[in-house]
């Protein structure tokens, strides 16, 4: 078993910045990727970024050049650098990660960018 928990979520203005963090406990030595999603009301959860084990990264286009992943697997931690916010990003953010035979979630972290 492995648990996340997410934080850092909180009100911004918008072209502000936050860095969300999820902490990792349990079986981690069998996670192979992490990743970061978020739902707005009436949405989908969709992908924001996504890091593998081999330090590899991907982002939705929505997000590219203003989010980075990142992981510190010393402190078995994955963040996410959030600039440049908009309104658009207000969503619930949860942290997700993948072994091989199944998924984690965290409970998620309300960001909410004010204009």
């Known amino acids: 078993q492995v648990q996340l928990v997410e934080s850092g979520g909180g009100l911004v203005l918008a072209g502000g910045s936050l860095r969300l963090s999820c902490a990792a406990s349990g079986s981690i030595k069998s996670i192979i990727s992490m990743g970061w999603y978020r739902q707005a009301p009436g949405n989908q959860r969709e992908l924001v970024a996504g890091?593998?084990?081999?330090?590899?990264?991907k982002y939705a286009d929505s997000v590219k050049g203003r989010f980075t992943i990142s992981r510190d697997n010393a402190k078995n931690t994955v963040y996410l650098q959030m600039n440049s916010l908009k309104p658009e990003d207000t969503a619930v953010y949860y942290c997700?990660?993948?072994?091989?035979?199944?998924?984690?979630w965290g409970q998620g972290t309300q960001v909410t960018v004010s204009s």
């Open positions: 890091i593998g084990s081999d330090g590899s990264t």
């Open positions: 997700k990660g993948c072994s091989m035979f199944r998924e984690y």
